[in-house]
């Protein structure tokens, strides 16, 4: 997993510098294991920080994006959520309420390389995601 410090280590690398809300948006998205809307980090952020605007959010969200500090969930129609850079992991995505649970399978791997060598294609990522019914949403 992504640490604090690597990270704060890489924005320094990259000239970015490291703004009070900057380091209160690495300590937010890097402590839970959370699938956020740019909303929910906004709202959580703003708390701590009354006076950050919803467009700084979403600017270091692009930031933080771009120098995979995050990493972008989409879902289609626009929606995207954002978790903090671990290692590689698959999503189960619940078809009703929308909740995210991460899966880790290492085999999983072994698709990308299934891909490359039939393809002759250069592969430089892959996306993964299973859908279905959460139990609370099987219940109701």
């Known amino acids: 997993m992504l640490s604090i410090e690597k990270a704060k280590n890489l924005l320094k690398e990259k000239n970015v510098r490291l703004t009070p809300q900057r380091l209160e948006l690495i300590n937010i998205l890097s ?32 930031l933080f994006t771009e120098l995979q500090l995050l990493k972008e969930i989409q879902f289609g129609e626009g929606l995207s959520k954002y978790e903090w850079k671990k290692e590689e992991h698959y999503h189960i995505v619940c078809s009703d309420c929308g909740e995210i649970v991460d899966i880790w399978y290492p085999t999983l791997r072994e698709v990308e390389a299934f891909a490359k060598s039939i393809s002759k294609f250069i592969i430089s990522s892959h996306n993964l995601q299973f859908y279905g019914t959460c139990q609370q949403c099987s219940k109701a």
């Open 31 to 62: 402590k839970d294991n959370k699938h956020w809307t740019v909303d929910e980090i906004y709202h959580v952020l703003n708390e701590n920080m009354p006076s950050v605007s919803i467009t700084t959010v979403y600017n270091n969200v692009h």
